[in-house]
């Protein structure tokens, strides 16, 4: 009884302290070099897509901000990550809106459920290319309920929608929830990560993969920055 | 080996009068087709199959009915080589010595994704619907029928296919989906087929006449990054067939399950059972050249398909978007 009463001040104990001596890689990832043009996109063929879009909206493979920023990129500890295994059971959710996959690159972790929307007057089919993990394909028409699914290996996975060709996304599944995506500044924060060594992979659907090793001792924040060579091809 | 000299000779006499050659040639030609049923298999073999090598393969099997097929029987092995490897590889990798000529291209065993399937999109087809496949080919495909072979021999294969991939042998088959028994044809049906045909938005890549040239259909690529073309219906002849078969039955199938490895989604989570047969009675009739029922039913109704109302009675599920109200499906 007494160990049971005692148990919930352990957890917070635990947790605070972990907290509290966590560190935090952060940093920016940017490019050198000249990206590729994006093109816009002509939705003429669905109407009501197109009219989402009073300015024609561009490709996504590569997408830059100011101060030579790198967007859309996947940054998460590849090496020596505390949470492998344990799976978020929070809902994350990848939405089909104005015929545009929202988020562009969805990470999760390996095992965890997530949720497929189609916020569109439109049918869509979501089909994921996994080479690692099994390839579906499922239609879904306007209206119909969320699908639920979930990979098993980790693997980015590209995704499209062969209904509408210029719809294309990717899934990062990964063996951790210590991840981010570079925003618009190009910056990313990896947070609440106990004191160790780690490995920090950033990933880029079209310019790779690029690494980086830390050592975190205590409560304090590491700087890491990426650069990746571009090219306009 | 002596043959090689008479059939110089029949060549020799297509071009010129080869002395001696034109007689002869018909009397050989004669012989060499009597032959070809009596010879034994080693003088049939292509030049590349020579006498089984010892290999040693995985031993997997294969149920189909009372019939048990083992990858590591002299059959599979030596079939697999005979007739299989020259599309699909010695590797199971698709990628045989014929496969660059082939589109679409032979399936690559080592992903093991099936496009003819009775089970739910990702998950692996049961040994059936491979024996079916090997057995009935695929139609617009270079995967020929091969009823030529003892179904002992069929089932050896489906086991030896399974060699090539590791989820053979940790997942199992899907479980088939249930096809409930068709109900009658009407002119009801077919109207609330097409309602669903437009709705679904088939016609995005079959076309609105289901001519496989919908606005979609020529950016249309498979899992592979291959070109790859809608089924056009309006070609079908008496004895068509779809990649995966020719009943009724079969086209209920296609849909609901998806065509995996190509753009053809499954539809099973978004079509109700009874709503799948309207949709298949009225693809029938697009199949205009095909004697069929559906076809009989919509001259009786002097070919004009009434526009679907929804009924209160339809098994539908609700359908949200209001811009869809004449058309049912989804859930």
């Not at chain 1, 809902?91 to 809106?97: D, F, H, N, V």
């Not at chain 1, 990426?226 to 090219?231: C, L, R």
């Not at chain 2, 995985?58 to 083992?70: A, Q, V």
């Not at chain 2, 289901?210 to 089924?231: C, F, H, Q, V």
């Amino acid at each position: 009884m007494r160990t049971k009463q005692m148990l919930p001040v352990l957890l917070m104990v635990l947790v605070c302290s972990s907290l509290m001596f966590a560190g935090t890689v952060s940093g920016k990832v940017t490019y050198t070099g000249t990206p590729a043009h994006q093109k816009p996109i002509d939705m003429s063929k669905e109407p009501s897509c197109a009219k989402q879009h009073p300015t024609p909206i561009t490709t996504e493979t590569v997408v830059t901000g100011a101060n030579n920023a790198l967007d859309n990129v996947v940054v998460y500890v590849s090496a020596g990550a505390p949470d492998e295994g344990q799976v978020p059971t929070q809902a994350i959710t990848y939405t089909q809106k104005g015929c545009q996959y929202i988020p562009h690159v969805l990470p999760m972790h390996v095992g965890q459920e997530f949720d497929i929307i189609n916020d569109d007057q439109t049918s869509h089919n979501i089909h994921p290319l996994p080479k690692v993990n099994i390839e579906w394909n499922k239609s879904q028409p306007p209206g119909t309920p969320p699908i639920k699914e979930k990979y098993d290996k980790p693997e980015f996975i590209e995704v499209k929608c062969n209904i509408h060709p210029w719809m294309h996304g990717y899934f990062a599944v990964l063996k951790t929830s210590h991840y981010d995506i570079s925003k618009e500044a190009g910056d990313f924060k990896l947070p609440n990560l106990p004191a160790g060594k780690y490995t920090i992979t950033a990933w880029h659907e079209k310019y790779g993969t690029q690494t980086a090793d830390v050592t975190i001792t205590g409560n304090e924040t590491k700087d890491v920055n990426f650069t990746f060579k571009a090219t306009p091809y | 080996m002596n043959s090689l000299k008479p059939m110089r000779c029949i060549s020799a006499s297509l071009f010129t009068a080869t002395p001696g050659c034109t007689t002869l040639g018909t009397a050989i030609l004669g012989l060499i087709l009597a032959a070809a049923f009596t010879v034994p298999a080693s003088a049939q073999d292509a030049p590349d199959v020579g006498p089984l090598r010892p290999v040693v393969v995985k031993p997997m099997e294969s149920h189909i009915g009372n019939l048990i097929g083992h990858s590591t029987s002299d059959n599979a092995k030596y079939d697999y080589r005979r007739f299989c490897a020259g599309c699909h590889g010695v590797a199971g990798d698709g990628n045989g010595e014929n496969a660059v000529w082939l589109d679409p291209k032979p399936r690559d065993f080592t992903i093991a994704t099936f496009k003819c399937r009775s089970t739910l999109t990702g998950t692996l087809p049961t040994d059936e619907d491979l024996f079916n496949t090997i057995g009935r080919g695929i139609a617009n495909s270079n995967m020929p029928v091969w009823n030529t072979i003892s179904h002992q021999e069929r089932a050896d294969l489906v086991a030896y296919i399974k060699i090539f991939s590791p989820r053979w042998e940790h997942e199992k088959a899907g479980t088939p989906i249930t096809v409930p028994p068709e109900p009658p044809v009407t002119i009801e049906s077919i109207s609330h087929g097409k309602a669903l045909f437009t709705k679904l938005e088939c016609w995005k890549c079959h076309g609105p006449h289901g001519e496989g040239d919908g606005p979609s259909a020529s950016t249309l690529t498979d899992s592979k990054d291959n070109p790859i073309r809608p089924y056009n219906f309006a070609i079908a002849g008496n004895d068509s067939r779809f990649k995966c078969g020719s009943t009724n039955q079969d086209i209920y199938k296609i849909f609901m399950t998806g065509v995996d490895g190509t753009p053809m989604p499954s539809f099973a989570d978004v079509i109700q059972p009874n709503d799948a047969w309207d949709l298949v009675h009225f693809l029938r009739t697009l199949q205009v050249h095909r004697h069929s029922k559906e076809n009989e039913v919509l001259r009786a109704a002097h070919g004009v398909i009434p526009p679907y109302v929804e009924q209160k009675t339809s098994s539908l599920a609700p359908v949200a978007p209001a811009d869809n109200k004449t058309s049912g499906g989804g859930q």
